[in-house]
């Protein structure tokens, strides 16, 4: 499968999304073969587990990533892998979020660093986003690099 046709399983997973967020979809592969598939909804996809309608003070300094009542898609992904029984050292990572009609939207760049640990703990290889250039490929530890400078104001 090519990138595009990657991303396009990303996004029938992100169009299942019930967060009131965003809709997102993540795949993992391996060996060219699709071996996780998650969707970001609350835990056990449960509404009585939806928290989202929290308010935060901006002075909590809980990261936006991380105020979804939601499972990331990403996380979905990897452990769908993971209850198959898989070993991730190698594998690929592909995220997407899609809008109000299902098509796939544009990624800007990488800033999630709880889904950036979490893919580099279990061995993901490659952690992809579709940026406005096309598909783009970041080595998992880059891509956790990344994500923190996003945060860090120094490095913005």
């Known amino acids: 499968m090519t990138d595009e046709e990657y991303f396009e399983e990303a996004a029938k997973e992100a ?29 056990l996809n449960d509404e009585n ?13 809980k990261p936006k990533a991380d105020r979804s009542c939601c499972m990331h898609a990403e996380w979905r992904a990897i452990l769908d892998a993971l209850k198959n029984m898989r070993d991730l050292k190698g594998a690929a990572l592909y ?32 952690f992809y986003l579709w940026r406005d ?16 400078d996003f945060h860090n104001p120094e490095k913005v």
Not at 100 to 123: F, I, Q
């Open 95 to 126: 995220f997407v979020r899609v809008d109000e009609k299902g098509n796939a939207k544009r990624s800007n760049r990488p800033y999630c660093t709880v889904c950036s640990r979490l893919a580099l703990d279990v061995g993901i290889k490659k």
């Open 15 to 43: 169009r299942k999304s019930t967060c009131k967020r965003a809709h997102c979809g993540s795949i993992v592969i391996l060996n060219e073969e699709v071996i996780g598939r998650g969707y970001n909804s609350p835990p």
């Open 133 to 148: 250039e096309g598909p783009k490929g970041y080595d998992t530890e880059e891509y956790n690099q990344l994500s923190y």
């Open 49 to 61: 587990n939806r928290t989202c309608d929290y308010e935060y003070l901006e002075e909590q300094r």
